[in-house]
């Protein structure tokens, strides 16, 4: 469900860190075939619902199952899954072709 993403024209596959670099560009050429494709982030609000109901379910959990739970220990959980959620930012771009593609 969740992958790299891939060429829209020739399907190589990108590595987690060309994507982390990709992630605040709009457009990209491909190593490969040399074509440009858009860089699409979309995915982010995904990422985004995904993390707010995990958290929501999180905190959940630390107040109903541990009754001394303070600020600080929630804050602290919500901090690891936001980090986690930074470190997925990756698995959730996407490439698109280019409409207008001069090459």
Not at 66 to 94: K, Q
Request: net charge positive; with cysteine.
């Amino acid at each position: 469900m969740f992958r790299l993403p891939t060429c829209p024209h020739c399907r190589t596959v990108y590595h987690y860190g060309e994507v982390r670099r990709a992630v605040f560009r709009k457009q990209e050429d491909c190593y490969h075939c040399k074509k440009s494709f858009l860089v699409s982030r979309k995915g982010i609000w995904l990422l985004l619902l995904i993390l707010l109901a995990v958290c929501t379910i999180a905190d959940i959990i630390l107040f109903n199952v541990f009754p001394h739970t303070t600020v600080i220990t929630v804050y602290i959980v919500n901090s690891v899954l936001a980090v986690t959620a930074f470190l997925l930012l990756p698995f959730f771009i996407r490439f698109r072709t280019n409409k207008t593609n001069k090459r």
